[in-house]
């Protein structure tokens, strides 16, 4: 309702009331207002009918919501759920334009709106939360990896003809080898460093494979922050200066690295310091919205592979993600969102005390890996045995007790990804000297979700030792 509305409804029913209920709606406004022009992050953050209001009185901004409009195109944004219209709020246009994913929209100024607002939000956010000197960066309605092929595909013009490899300090998930081998380029693994209990970046390696290559031949390294104990981050301020001298490009894996002050902090040292070319990171792991998200990101020294990512993603996009994470950030806030990154750093401390008590109760050990700020791991020395169940049968029963992401790690297993032959797949490196188990204090995760963990671990360590028992085995 807007002030002439309002004034006409004093007709209808008494003044007071009316300029009450206006004044209620003003307020709703300024906080519109107030977003519009600052385009940061609220400074408290939204109820969900404030946010609910706006994002439908922008939706009706695009043509498909206009009261007289007829479509007589092919891509009209017509839904014939209506249960699916609701759900999107009815922005069925997607955004961008077969040139850019970033362009605006000429039937869809909501949506054109909507997407830049997310954008501005977003990188608000990644300042925030400790990415310092930010020169640019954009959302993409992709996940953290075909984000990562589309940025080794805008990267690949830039670099000399005929480059091909990627080099990649091995970690053991399929989706970034698998990024890689998607934009038809050739990884290189690197093997890891073993230091202590930690799989660190082995620098001379990564050193003697550009010289073996040429470094006219590499168009990137790849290299990963988040990413599952006992492999630490990736020396990231390193490899950033070596790519620096041998004019190569530099990428980093960031899926869950913005939640994180360490790795904030390592990130823009490494774009102050030396070389990167973009950063990727995930909306689902490190801003709890559905998967289906990333953000590209660079810093004020060489921004321009943002844009060129938006330029050779092929025709529309889908709103939805991008829809999801205004949302959420709206509701957050400023205090919202420095709240939840907070609350993570102080968790993985409870994590790491409550998980080394059980370590000592049941004669393992935490792993000291204090290169990853997220991930823990834990050994279990004492269920490995040749005499059934294989401690790989640990992480069956901790899943049907309803716990999901921690991974058992058994030593010894092999596998093949993208064509690329593994031994100890699982561990980062052929032969790590423990099978363990992962756990990560990521975004999200409460106390009661790690007493709740514990409390089921030890119910699985005692089945297991009686599984073990009965089999004729002995424990150690």
């Not at 009706?60 to 219209?85: K, Y």
């Not at 977003?122 to 640019?136: I, N, P, S, Y």
């Not at 823009?268 to 590209?296: E, I, L, Y």
């Not at 204090?370 to 791991?377: D, F, H, K, R, Y």
């Amino acid at each position: 309702m807007n002030a002439d509305n309002c004034a006409l409804a004093r007709g209808l029913v008494s003044p007071s009331y009316v300029a009450q209920g206006a004044e209620a709606l003003a307020k709703r406004q300024k906080l519109v207002k107030a977003v519009l022009s600052q385009r940061r992050l609220p400074q408290a953050g939204w109820d969900d009918a404030t946010i609910e209001l706006f994002i439908q009185e922008v939706a009706l901004m695009d043509s498909n919501n206009f009261v007289d409009n007829v479509g007589v195109g092919e891509r009209e944004a017509r839904v014939a759920c209506d249960l699916v219209a609701r759900r999107h709020y009815r922005l069925a246009h997607g955004i961008g334009r077969s040139g850019d994913v970033g362009a605006e929209q000429p039937k869809a100024a909501g949506s054109s709106l909507l997407a830049r607002l997310a954008n501005l939000l977003v990188a608000d956010a990644l300042t925030r939360a400790g990415l310092a000197d930010l020169g640019a960066s954009t959302v993409l309605p992709l996940a953290t990896g075909m984000a990562l092929t589309l940025t080794l595909l805008a990267l690949r013009p830039l670099r000399p003809a005929g480059a091909r490899y990627v080099l990649w300090p091995r970690i053991d998930q399929k989706t970034c080898l698998k990024a890689i081998m998607s934009a038809g380029l050739e990884a290189v693994p690197l093997a890891l460093a073993l230091v202590g209990d930690e799989l660190r970046t082995d620098l001379a390696a990564l050193e003697a494979e550009l010289r073996r290559l040429g470094p006219a031949n590499v168009v990137a390294v790849v290299i990963t922050t988040s990413c599952f104990a006992p492999r630490a981050a990736d020396d990231i301020v390193a490899v950033a200066r070596v790519c620096e001298a041998h004019d190569v490009g530099h990428v980093i894996n960031n899926a869950y690295g913005v939640q994180s002050a360490a790795l904030c902090k390592l990130v823009t040292a490494a774009w102050r310091r030396g070389r990167v070319d973009a950063v990727v990171q995930s909306t689902d792991k490190n801003f709890m919205v559905p998967v289906g998200g990333a953000v590209v990101a660079a810093g004020r020294r060489r921004p321009g592979l943002v844009a060129a990512v938006n330029k050779a993603y092929p025709g529309r996009a889908s709103m939805a993600p991008l829809l999801d994470v205004l949302m959420t950030l709206l509701h957050w806030g400023a205090p919202g969102w420095a709240a939840a990154l907070a609350a993570r750093e102080q968790l993985f401390w409870y994590a790491q005390e409550a998980l080394d008590a059980f370590a000592t109760r049941h004669g393992e050990r935490l792993l000291r890996t204090p290169g990853n700020p997220i991930s823990l791991a834990l050994t279990l020395d004492t269920l490995g045995s040749q005499v059934p169940p294989p401690v790989a049968f640990l992480g069956s029963m901790l899943f049907k007790r309803c716990v999901s992401g921690t991974r058992v790690v058994a030593r010894g297993k092999a596998a093949v990804v993208a064509g690329h032959s593994f031994v100890g797949y699982g561990a980062h490196c052929d032969a790590y000297p423990h099978d363990y188990l992962t756990f990560a204090a990521a975004l999200g995760t409460t106390r009661a979700d790690v007493d709740a963990f514990v409390r089921r671990l030890e119910q699985c360590f005692a089945e297991f030792r009686a599984r073990r028992a009965s089999a004729g085995g002995a424990e150690g």
